[in-house]
C-alpha cells in the first residue's frame, strides 16, 4: 500500500535527504530497470486512486543539464481509460512503499501510456536553498509610447505544453517531429464567469504560457478567508489548484500533489511558468472527470477553499507553504453597457509582473463581451484608477471606437500595469484597481483635417484662437474651438502651434523616453503620458539647446552649447533645435479625433 506522510525518519541510505525528510524515498542512483510501483492520483472527485507504474529505465539529462527523467509504462485503475492526462503533474510515483519521484513528462500522441517521471530528490534539492526574495531592479528606461499603447506586451518566454498545437505554431521546424520528444504534462487552466469567445481569444498566449485552457462549467471560486491545514490537507496525490484569480472570474491551474513535509508541499515535477519566486493562492480542488482526448486528455477540477501559497516556481516543480497567505490585488469593474444596464464584478488576481497584465486583459475583455454584441462598431469609454500604498494613484482616462475597442481597451490597462510591475521598485505595493467602463454603439471616430486662428500676430500674454475642423466617418464636418494662451514671457519671433492626437504629438518630442528614480516619478511620469484618443497643443520656437538623458535644456549660451559639443567626447547628450513654449490637453469632445496639423504665427512685442 502507498504510505501517508511518514511520522518518524528512516535511518536508512534510501530515505530522507538532505532536508530531513519524514517521507521514506529512494534516489535516483538506486532505480533500477524492470521495478514495479504504484502512483496515486484523483480521477473523480477529491481521494486519490491507485495505479500501476513500472519503471523502463533512466534518461540522464533528459530535460536538462543533471536533469535525469525516470521512464514508465502506467496501466491499471483509471489509467486504462485516460493514460497520460494534462492535470497527473505531480502524481507520486512508489516502489515498495518509498518515494521514487513524480510523474510530470509524456509523449504527445504515444500509443502507450509512456510517461517521464521527476526524481524526487531533484524536486526536493531545488528548494533546499534559502528561498529567495523578489528582487528589486535599477531604475530603467521607460517608453511613453509603451505606456500609452493599446496592446499587451508580448511573452518574453514561451513555455513548453506538450501539445502538438504549441509545438508546431511557435517552433514550426520540430513538426517534423511531434509527438517524437517529451514533453511536460499540460496543466489544464479552468475558467469560470469567462465566455468561450474570450477563451478563445486568448487561448494562444494562455498555451504558450504553458497552460491548457479548458471552459469548465460551475460557480467561481468565491474570495473567502484562507482554510485552516489539517492532516489530510493536500495528502500526497490530491488535486491541487495555483488560483490566477478567484471571485466573480475564477481562473486556475490544477496539478496533483507529490509530497507534504509538514507545512512544505512540492507539485507538478516540472515548471508551472518558470516564474522563479512566485505568490500564488494555493488551493485544494476536486475533479468533476478526467477526459480522454487522442492528443491530450485532460481534467476538470474545480478549485475550492484557499489553503496555502506558491512561494516557488522552478525547473523540477512548484513548492508552497500552508498557512502562508498570498498578496492579491483586489480588482472592481462597474460596466455600463449601451441599454443602460448596469452591473459590478468584483475579484481578486495574482501579483506577479508577468500574469498580473494578461490576467487584467482577459477580464476587462470578458467583461466587455459579455454586455454588448460582438458583431459591429461600439465606442468604448474607460475611467478608474490603479491604486498603491502610500502613493498617488494611476489616472485612467481612454476611450476606443471600432470594431476591435473591447479588446483595445482590455490591452490599455495592461501597459500601465505592466510598466508599473517592471519597475521592481522595493515600495511598490499595488493595493487595488477600480475602472469605470462604459460602451455605447457606433463608432465615433473622426480624422482632423485642418486648423485655423483668428489671428497671425499675437503679444505675449495674449490668447489666440484656434479652430479645428475634423471630419467624421460619415462626412460630416465638427468644429472644435481652442484657446491658446501664449506665455507673458514669450520671445517675438515666430511660433509654431500644433494640433494633433496624443501619438501624433508624442512623435514630435525630443524625449521619448523617461528614467524614473523612484515609484513617485514612475506614477507621475505614466499620468503625464499623453493618450491617441485626446487632442493636445503644443506651441514651439527653434532655439538652441541639448538633451541630456531625458532633461531638456533650452536656450544655452554658446559657451555651454561649445563645451557639450566638443570634439573630445559623444554621447550622453545631442542637439535639440525646438523649445516647447506652451502645452495643454483639449478638452474630450464627442468626437474621438485623430491626426496632427501645424501653423506658424508671429510673436511681436
Known sequence: SVPAIAQTAVSTGTSGSAAGLRTPIIRLAEVREGMRGTARTVFRGTEPEDFNVEIIGVLPGGVGPKQDLIIGRLSGGGADRTAVFAGMSGSPVYVDGKLIGAISYSFPFSKEPICGITPIEQMIEIFEAKEPARRTSAPQAISFAEIASASLPELSYTVDTGLLAATTSTNPTMASIAGQTFRPIGLPLTFNGISQQTLDAFAPQLMRAGLVPVAAAGGASPIAPMKAA??????????????????????????????????????????????????????????????????????????????????????????????????????????????????????????????????????????????????????VFLNGEIRFKGQNPVKIDRRFAGGQSAMFAAASIAAPVNAMLRSRFEDLAMSG?????????????????????????????????????????????????????????????????????????????????????????????????????????????????????????????????????????????????????????????????????????????
Not at 495555483?242 to 512540492?266: C, F, N, P
Not at 495574482?350 to 459579455?370: H, M
Not at 531638456?552 to 535639440?576: D, I, Q
Request: no cysteine.
Open 433 to 605: 484597481i477600480e475602472l469605470d467602463l462604459k460602451m455605447i454603439d457606433g463608432s465615433r471616430t473622426a480624422s482632423l483635417e485642418r486648423i485655423s486662428v483668428d489671428r497671425s500676430e499675437v503679444r505675449p500674454g495674449e490668447t489666440v484662437q484656434v479652430t479645428a475642423y475634423a471630419r467624421a466617418t460619415d462626412g460630416r464636418i465638427y468644429t472644435e474651438r481652442i484657446p491658446v494662451a501664449i506665455p507673458s514671457d514669450a520671445p517675438a519671433g515666430k511660433i509654431t502651434i500644433m494640433v494633433g492626437d496624443g501619438g501624433a504629438v508624442m512623435k514630435t518630442d525630443a524625449v521619448q523616453y523617461f528614467t524614473p528614480g523612484s515609484l513617485g516619478e514612475l506614477i507621475d511620469g505614466v499620468n503625464r503620458t499623453r493618450t491617441p484618443d485626446r487632442l493636445y497643443v503644443k506651441v514651439t520656437r527653434s532655439s538652441a539647446g541639448m538633451i541630456i538623458g531625458s532633461a531638456e535644456m533650452t536656450n544655452l549660451p554658446p559657451s555651454v552649447l561649445a563645451t557639450l559639443s566638443n570634439s573630445r567626447s559623444s554621447g550622453g547628450s545631442k542637439s535639440h533645435v525646438e523649445t516647447v513654449v506652451a502645452e495643454a490637453i483639449v478638452p474630450p469632445s464627442e468626437m474621438i479625433i485623430a491626426g496632427e496639423q501645424k501653423l506658424e504665427i508671429l510673436v511681436v512685442r
Open 230 to 379: 489539517d492532516e489530510n490537507t493536500l495528502k500526497p496525490g490530491a488535486s491541487v489548484s495555483m488560483q490566477l484569480t478567484r471571485g466573480d472570474y475564477s481562473l486556475a491551474s490544477s496539478g496533483t500533489v507529490t509530497l507534504r513535509e509538514g507545512d512544505r508541499i512540492y507539485a507538478f515535477g516540472h515548471p508551472f511558468l518558470s516564474l522563479g519566486v512566485s505568490d500564488l493562492p494555493m488551493s485544494e480542488s476536486s475533479v468533476v472527470t478526467v477526459v480522454p482526448n487522442v492528443n491530450n486528455s485532460f481534467k476538470l477540477a474545480v478549485p475550492s477553499a484557499m489553503v496555502g501559497t506558491m512561494t516557488q516556481d522552478r525547473a523540477t516543480g512548484v513548492f508552497g507553504k500552508l498557512g502562508q497567505a498570498p498578496k492579491m490585488i483586489p480588482v472592481r469593474l462597474n460596466i455600463e453597457s449601451s441599454r443602460g444596464k448596469r452591473d459590478t464584478i468584483n475579484f481578486e488576481m495574482a501579483n506577479d509582473e508577468f500574469l498580473t497584465p494578461l490576467l487584467l486583459n482577459i477580464a476587462i475583455y470578458n467583461s466587455l463581451v459579455a454586455q454588448e454584441r460582438t458583431i459591429g462598431e461600439t465606442t
